[in-house]
T-cell receptor, first 113, second 111 residues
């Protein structure tokens, strides 16, 4: 199993550009998440999904969109990139259950200039 | 507001020494508490998960403790190794599906 994979690893965007961060998991997990991690701060939840076709907002959803057409994939779309979106983005997944381990991808480092 | 506070912010220890990291939380109602290890440039990796009824849980040289009455947890690392250099993140799960992340303690182990 590859676990949770993310692409790209690093990207520089200009203000106003758009991009899609890709996330794929091969563990057949129903639950998937997108977080952002800013320096010196805890991870903040952007969006999450409890299954294909179902998505919901987290704490900081503004400026982002997601879709979940398959169990495996959970792409994060940035529209009109802003400097405040400079961050490291992590995708994660887990099986259903309060005590299930959450598995994280390696992260995508995004710089908006 | 539900929060998770970790201390110290950073720590440097010599290889072979023990250390203890602290986590205080105000999350309520509380479902479980997790400790993660995050290597530089990588995603967090789960070390332990404890429910409110568990006082201690070990994973190799890592031992987590939980006092649900005082809302405190600690992560004790025994006989530290260079590979223990990482950020250690305390995460508290509310009832429901929300996880509240601490900012982490950065540990550096020196030879």
């Amino acid at each position: 199993n590859a676990g949770v994979t993310q692409t790209p690893k690093f990207r520089i965007l200009k203000i106003g550009q758009s991009m899609t961060l890709q996330c794929t998991q091969d563990m057949n997990h129903n639950y998937m998440y997108w977080y952002r991690q800013d320096p010196g701060m805890g991870l903040k939840l952007i969006y999450y999904s409890v299954g294909a076709g179902i998505t919901d907002k987290g704490e900081v959803p503004n400026g982002y969109n997601v879709s979940r057409s398959t169990t495996e994939d959970f792409p994060l779309r940035l529209e009109l990139a802003a400097p405040s979106q400079t961050s490291v983005y992590f995708c994660a997944s887990n099986r259903q259950g309060a005590l299930e381990t959450q598995y994280f991808g390696p992260g995508t480092r995004l710089l908006v200039l | 507001k539900n929060q998770v506070e970790q201390s110290p912010q950073s720590l440097i220890i010599l290889e072979g020494k023990n250390c203890t990291l602290q986590c205080n939380y105000t999350v309520s109602p509380f479902s479980n508490l997790r400790w993660y290890k995050q290597d530089t440039g990588r995603g967090p990796v789960s070390l332990t998960i404890m429910t409110f009824s568990e006082n201690t849980k070990s994973n190799g040289r890592y031992t987590a403790t939980l006092d649900a009455d005082t809302k405190q947890s600690s992560l004790h690392i025994t006989a530290s190794q260079l590979s223990d250099s990482a950020s250690y993140i305390c995460v508290v799960r509310e009832y429901g599906n929300k996880l509240v992340f601490g900012a982490g303690t950065i540990l550096r182990v020196k030879s």
